[in-house]
Each structure stands twice: as C-alpha cells, then as structure tokens.
C-alpha cells in the first residue's frame, strides 16, 4: 500500500484527513456539502483487536493493591474501553524505580495513587517487587489486557534490569506483549550537565547492554523501543541497529506543550497537523520501512500532565478518538494515551478509594472502539474547507463510518457507497457535549459513563438510506458513527 503523501498531508492543515493510508480530494460544486465515498472493496489496514492502550507511570506499581484482582473500581473502566488491550507501564518514573526480589513488610502505601498531575514533579525512588507484578498480572487476567513493561535505563544496573524482567516474564506469560529500556531516552540529561542530553549512541550502547544480562535471563523474551519522545530518526536508527532483536517500534506523541505556552491552545489542538507528520507519519513511514508494527506507546493532548482549560476539556475527546483513528488508518498497530492518577488529560481519574470516572478522554477512546478488530476501507472525502475528518470501517461483513465535525459549523455529510452495502438504514451513535470547552456533561450515545465503569446508549437514531446515500448531520463540534444494518 502506497505511503500517505506528506506534502498533501501538510497541505489540508485544517480540511479533513481520509481513512485511507492514501487520502484523496476532489473538487466539486461550491454549493454542494462535504462528501464521504467509500469503497468497500477496498481494504487498506486492519485494526488490531488490543489497538486501544492505556499507559501508566512505573511508580504506580509501588502500590500493589491499584492494579490488582481486588480493585473492581478499575477493572470495569478498562473493560468497557475494549475486550482486549494494551496497558503500557513506564513513564518519567520508571527511571526512578528499583527491583526488590523480596516483598516489603510494610503495607502503609500500598493504596496510594501515581499520575502525571501538575504539583507533583517531585521524584524519589520507588521499590517494586514480585507482589507488584503477581497484582498486576492477575489485573491483567481480569481485563483481558496485554502488558508493555518499561524498565529503568539511565538509572538502574543491568543486573536488576534482568532480575525484574525474568519475573515479569515469569508471571505475565504470553500476556507481555514487549519489554523496554528506558523511557524517552532522547531528552536524558547527564548529571554533570543537565544541558547536555544524551546522544543516540549512548543510548543505544547502553540498550545493548541490558538486552545482553535480559536475554541471559529470559533468551526468548519480546522486546520493543526506542520509546523516543520526539527524536522519530531515533526509530529508524534503532529499528537498523536491533534488527532481530525487537518485536515492535514505539515512540511518544503529545500534540502540543508546554501548558504555559499561551499558543496551545484548543483550537491548534484541532487544527495542527504539522506535528503529527514529523512525529507519529515519520515514525509509522520507518517502521514500514524495516517491516515492524508501529505503536504510540505514550501521549496525550499536551505533555507536562496537560493544560487546564483544554486537555480537561471536550476538545480533547474530540482529538483523541480522531488521533488514534489516524494512526490506526496509517497502519499504526496501537495507540496508548498516558494518564493516572488526577491529571488534566487522564482518561480515568480517580482512585480505589476515591472511586474512578472518566473524563474527555476516555469518550473519546470508547466512541472509536467499533474499530478495533475491524478493516480500514479505502475512502474520500471532501471537506468543503471545514475541519472534518472520516474513516470507514469493515468488521463481518457490517459497515461503521466515524465522522469528526471540529469546526464551529453544523453540516451534513454525505456518504455514499455501493448500493448493495449501504442497507436500508444506519444507526447513529453520537459525541456530544454542552461546549467545545466543557469539562463535565460529555455523553455518547445519550449516556455517560457510570461510575462503576458501564456504559450503554440510550439513544436510538436511525437514519434511511436512499440509493446508496446516506445524509448525516454533523453539529458543530461533534461526532457521529453510523451503523449500517
């Protein structure tokens, strides 16, 4: 399948992106509204059924009981986001972490709730032991979650490094889906010059010696990197230097930051696209080229825990069910947006004593879930010049189009596919919210996520299709899906 062409993808800024790994647009009547055409027989990517992700800082592993079999408050919210997925533990504080073989005695902190929150950028030393991981495993088993497990590079030895990763390998069997070395290597600091990061050699020299005590440990264990934050020519140089090594390529994305920067702002959350063809299409073009999956296995709307007043915000559900639509049409194989704790940008806040809820992001997430497991189709949109975006998706035989309206314009897509596929009616699931710029009152399908982690619509739209059309209308600042039966 041809690669997405970067200048045309530069080029439509603000016009929608396609489904296809090869959007095109045409032109057509000023007068006419914007139009979808999909082409069922067209397959251009299928979407793994665990490509929903969820990452997590390490020290979160500190307190056992948060991940374990007994925190039901949890278990639901990942659930409802997906029958299978990926949790990715790792983060800033997985190189503030250090292997215990033994459990510790004391049980005072078990409860204790880690996140990326503004304030709490103090770092101290974490202790993680085989309790930490038999919990999480079990957590796992009740999800039907997979695992990516950050190691600490920069600051741990080679022996722990090992002595961790064989129980974790141990204990989470085949659901580890990789290991990794570090967390975004590419702005470690040496410690004589905090202005002086660390070049792709030192990091790769390093790498090299921890897979060496790793593989001595446990010889047949996945592992994946480089978990780059923004260095994506990191991903190719890693990618040619473990060639039969790793399983998977991953690096980070986070569309905007710092939060103090006046300019992140929601409207260029919606509308830049610049950052993602130099991070997240460069990174997926690499993979590609050394033929390995590609996963975002860290990011949100805006890194350093987020920005009040958009990350918190329904412009950043809007954004994130859109972002992982386009990694999963380019033929990335996952995407895993960080949070924990009580973040601006956390898809569940909360805490098992607190209780847990979901925020902007988490709908956004649960909104694209009809295309996981499912196939991309070939599709084309003209967007009239507003912000929209569409993807066409194919799973049994049943069509679902996502369709994106981020401009402050209602309009009415038109959809058109072969008559034979269309049906004689489609079933519409909506985005909603009071405001682009509201923290609370997010529903889809009419419904908020409950407290205990269920969601079920209470809305029932149905829509006639004639001769292969379908009219979807599109307010301003919303999604929709349609169902086609």
């Known amino acids: 399948m041809p690669l997405l062409d970067r200048r045309r993808f530069l080029s439509h800024a603000t016009a ?44 979160q592993l500190a307190h056992p009981s948060f991940f374990s079999a007994a925190d039901n408050g949890l278990i639901p919210f990942f659930r409802t986001l997906g029958d299978s997925g990926v949790l990715r533990i790792g983060g800033n504080m997985s190189e503030f972490t250090t292997w215990s073989p033994t459990d510790p005695t004391d049980t005072a902190d078990d409860k204790g709730t880690e996140g990326p929150d503004p304030g709490k950028r103090t770092k101290r030393t974490f202790t993680l032991s085989p309790r930490s991981i038999q919990n999480l495993n079990a957590f796992l088993e009740a999800t039907n979650w997979k695992l990516i497990y950050g190691l600490n590079l920069a600051g741990g030895t080679a022996e722990a490094a090992a002595e961790e990763a064989a129980c974790v390998a141990a204990v989470c069997g085949p659901r580890l889906l990789a290991l990794q ?51 994506e020519d990191w991903v190719g140089d890693f990618a040619a230097d473990t060639k039969g090594k790793v399983c998977l390529l991953t690096s980070h994305y986070y569309a905007e930051g710092p939060p103090t920067n006046p300019d992140m702002t929601i409207d260029r959350l919606l509308t ?17 080229k050394a033929g390995l999956p590609y996963r975002m296995s860290e990011g949100n709307s805006c890194y350093n825990a987020g920005k009040k007043g958009v990350s918190d915000t329904f412009a950043a559900a809007l954004w994130a069910g859109d972002f992982m639509a386009q990694v999963a049409a380019l033929g990335g194989t996952g995407v895993n947006l960080h949070g924990g704790g009580n973040g601006l940008y956390t898809p569940i806040a909360g805490s098992p004593e607190s209780g847990f809820s979901a925020r902007p992001d988490y709908y956004g997430m649960l909104f694209v879930r009809p295309m996981t497991g499912a196939t991309m189709l070939q599709s084309e949109l003209n967007a009239q010049g507003l912000n929209l975006s569409a993807y066409a998706v194919q799973k049994q035989g049943n069509v679902t189009v996502l369709a994106f309206n981020k401009s402050p314009k209602e309009t009415t897509l038109k959809v058109q596919m072969p008559h034979d596929r269309m049906g004689k009616t489609a079933s519409i699931v909506r985005l909603t919210a009071p405001a682009i710029d509201a923290t609370s009152g997010v529903l889809l399908g009419g419904s908020a996520v409950a407290s205990d982690g269920s969601w079920r619509p209470v809305s029932d739209e149905m829509i006639a299709c004639k001769h292969g059309v379908l009219h979807l209308t599109l307010p301003a600042y919303g999604a929709a899906s349609a169902s086609f039966t």
Do not use: C
């Not at 959007?23 to 509204?33: D, F, S, T």
């Not at 067209?42 to 992700?53: E, I, L, R, W």
């Not at 830049?272 to 590609?288: G, H, P, Q, W, Y």
């Open 16 to 59: 929608a992106t396609a489904v296809a790994a090869t959007p095109r647009l045409w032109a057509v009547a000023p007068e006419a509204g914007p139009t979808f055409l999909i082409q069922t027989d067209k397959p251009v990517a299928h979407v793994p059924a665990d490509f929903t992700g969820l990452s997590y800082e390490s020290s």
């Open 181 to 231: 070395f570090g967390n975004e290597p590419d702005l470690f600091k040496h410690s004589d010059d905090p202005k002086d990061r660390w070049k792709y050699p030192e990091f790769i020299a390093k790498w090299n010696t921890l897979e060496k005590a790793v593989r001595a440990k446990v010889p047949d264990v996945p592992l994946a990197g480089p978990d780059a934050a923004f260095k």
């Open 272 to 288: 830049d696209r610049t950052k993602f063809a130099a991070n997240v299409l460069s990174a997926i073009e690499m993979a590609k």
